[in-house]
Structure formats: structure tokens, C-alpha cells
């Protein structure tokens, strides 16, 4: 089992550009959230996408949006980069039973830098 | 809001020494918590969850409810536990993790 497969590992993007990052979960997991993770800081929850829809939102502006296929895979679709949207985006897999999450898995994320 | 705080960036430790990485949390009700690892040049991974009172490599961490603290802790270092920790919180019934910004464990050999 690969786990959490992101692709692509790196990625450079101009400002004002569009960026989209992938995500293909663990078997058996249907769950999958995003996090980003700026230099030094521990990971900030983006959203999470279950069945399709975004389930929950942090506190992040509308430029950021994802979508989920029936395959359980993700994307996470930045717009109008900033530079400051330079960071490490992680993807998180899960497996839900009613309320009850067994718990992430991480992948090892795609390396954003906006110049 | 929640809010994790891990007050040291980095933290070195003789190998057999005793280890303690400091955890408080701000939540006025039960929330979930974890100790998520990082060693080198690997994905971030889960060491272990309050709720499962687990052992995992010889490292434990009491949820103290009164000072809101899950501090993780081992009685004698390894050089493999040099890594990258990070405390996280999550609310039952809600899906966001929310991080400490992390503390890098270094074990003198």
C-alpha cells in the first residue's frame, strides 16, 4: 500500500498564477483533508471533502477550493497565488464510521513556491 | 478559538536521559488529543492519541485536564527519536486538527 500519493513533490508558480495539487488517498480511506504548512509553523487545516463535498472549512479566503472525485481522490486548487501562499500543502486520508474518524494518514506533500 | 502551544523550537537531550516535550492546549471543553512525528526525510506520522492511554516506543502523554497540558514524555532517550513533534488538538465531532508549531528533538549520542 503507497498511503498518500501528492503530486507534483515541487511546483514553482508566478504570482497571480493558478495551481492545482493532487492527492489520491490510502486504500480504504474515503476522507480526505488538506493542510498547509508555512515554514516553521505546524500544518493549518485548509478543509476536508467526504462523499464528494466539503464537509468543513478553516479560516482560509475563497482563492483556496478543492473538489473530490467518486474514487475518493482530491484536488486543492489555489487561484490569484500569492506570495505568500508559499508553503508545504499536505494531504490527509481518513476512514469515516458515522461521527467516529480512525484517525490521518499523511502524505508528503507538494512544495509550493509563488515568485 | 483553539489554540496548541508548544513553548520550545528545540530541544536537545543526552542519549538515556530522561525526555519531556511540553504541550499546552486552550479549550474550555474535552477535546482530542495527539502527538503527531516527523523524522527526517519521512511524512508526518501519528505517535499516539490521549483517548488510547498507548505506549508507543516507549513514549506516554497524560491529558491533565487542570492545566491543560498533554506533555509527551520518555524515561530514557534514544538517538533514533530525534524528530520533528507536534501536539495537535481536535474537537469530538469536528474534523480539523489545529497544530502546535512543533518542537525539534535532537538526542546527544
Known amino acids: 500500500d503507497a498511503g498518500v500519493t501528492q503530486s507534483p513533490t515541487h511546483l514553482i508558480k508566478t504570482r497571480g498564477q493558478q495551481v492545482t495539487l493532487r492527492c489520491s488517498p490510502k486504500?480504504?480511506?474515503?476522507?480526505v483533508s488538506w493542510y498547509q504548512q508555512a515554514l516553521g509553523q505546524g500544518p493549518q487545516f485548509i478543509f476536508q471533502y467526504y462523499e464528494e463535498e466539503e464537509r468543513q472549512r478553516g479560516n482560509f479566503p475563497d482563492r483556496f477550493s478543492g473538489h473530490q472525485f467518486p474514487n475518493y481522490s482530491s484536488e486543492l486548487n489555489v487561484n490569484a497565488l500569492l506570495l505568500g501562499d508559499s508553503a508545504l500543502y499536505l494531504c490527509?486520508?481518513?476512514?469515516?464510521?458515522?461521527?467516529?474518524?480512525?484517525?490521518?494518514?499523511f502524505g508528503s506533500g507538494t512544495r509550493l513556491t509563488v515568485v | 478559538a483553539q489554540r496548541v502551544t508548544q513553548p520550545e523550537k528545540l530541544l536537545s537531550v543526552f542519549k538515556g536521559a530522561p525526555v519531556e516535550l511540553k504541550c499546552n492546549y486552550s479549550y474550555s471543553g474535552s477535546p482530542e488529543l495527539f502527538w503527531y512525528v516527523q523524522y527526517s526525510r519521512q511524512r508526518l506520522q501519528l505517535l499516539l492519541r490521549h483517548i488510547s492511554r498507548e505506549s508507543i516506543k516507549g513514549f506516554t502523554a497524560d491529558l491533565n485536564k487542570g492545566e491543560t497540558s498533554f506533555h509527551l514524555k520518555k524515561p530514557f532517550a534514544q538517538e533514533e527519536d530525534s524528530a520533528m513533534y507536534y501536539c495537535?488538538?481536535?474537537?469530538?465531532?469536528?474534523?480539523?486538527?489545529?497544530f502546535g508549531t512543533g518542537t525539534r528533538l535532537t538526542i546527544i549520542p
Open positions: 490527509a486520508s481518513s476512514r469515516q464510521g458515522g461521527s467516529k474518524n480512525y484517525g490521518y494518514t
Open positions: 495537535a488538538l481536535k474537537l469530538f465531532g469536528n474534523e480539523k486538527l489545529t
Open positions: 486504500s480504504g480511506h474515503d476522507t
